[in-house]
């Protein structure tokens, strides 16, 4: 995966004070470009053998269906000029309906369900295609300020050809009233690009009476990159 040709206001700031663990955690020296001898390539290449059963049904792991609203998620994995990226291994993570992860540093007063953990992992196919089915995941508290709740969102984590090439991102969906409020979200400079990070609804993918579908590109690079590390 290749990091150049963004457009400006793409990527989130380093350091944007009202997201306030930036301010702790974000560089204050420039930063330094490492000149390798050559590239990264004696990891592990990713395998459809890591693949396990349900780990593109997250609502699959219990022992009864999950709490909440059924959905399939799919989008393309693309370059900038759209062809497909193949064969890439992405993981996805969340909280449950409630608005809550299950993960022992989560300790709000939503409740965890017992039958969704909330983790997955796909690779995209010969035309850069994923599809998963999950729970649409509730917003929560995070305490960087008074009233503070993100909006609802699935953490996307993309490899390139080897596991040392990695990408995070995340997936909002349509007309949250959150938007505004979040500095998660609004770190990302360009409106457009911050438009990108929002699924469509999608009646092709809409399952029957089972589930809603909802389409998520992912663009690596160019003008309509996806805004990434957020």
Not at 38 to 66: A, C, F, K, M, Y
Not at 93 to 107: I, L, P, T, V
Request: hydrophobic share 35%; glycine share 8%.
């Amino acid at each position: 995966m290749k990091f150049d040709a963004i457009a400006s206001g793409v990527y989130p700031e380093l350091i944007y004070p009202p997201y306030k663990s930036t301010l702790k955690r974000g560089p204050t020296q420039p930063l330094l470009r490492i000149q390798a001898d050559q590239p990264v390539l004696d990891n592990l290449l990713p395998s459809p053998r890591i693949l396990l059963p349900n780990d593109t049904d997250l609502t699959g792991h219990g022992v009864s269906e999950p709490l909440g609203e059924k959905i399939v998620v799919t989008g393309r994995v693309i370059d900038e000029d759209g062809k497909p990226v193949r064969n890439s291994l992405i993981e996805v993570w969340q909280c449950n309906s409630a608005g809550r992860y299950w993960h022992k540093r989560d300790q709000h007063q939503a409740p965890l369900d017992p039958n969704f953990y909330g983790f997955g992992k796909m690779m995209t196919d010969g035309d850069g295609r994923y599809r998963f089915i999950t729970i649409k995941p509730g917003p929560y508290p995070w305490g960087n300020h008074n009233k503070a709740w993100r909006p609802a969102h699935i953490h996307f984590s993309l490899f390139g050809n080897v596991y040392a090439q990695r990408l995070v991102t995340q997936m909002y969906f349509p007309s949250d009233p959150l938007f505004d409020y979040d500095p998660i979200f609004q770190s990302i400079p360009d409106l457009a690009a911050r438009q990108r990070l929002i699924s469509r609804y999608s009646l092709e993918h809409t399952d029957s009476d089972k589930m809603l579908g909802y389409e998520f590109d992912i663009v690596l690079r160019g003008r309509d990159a996806t805004p990434m590390g957020i």
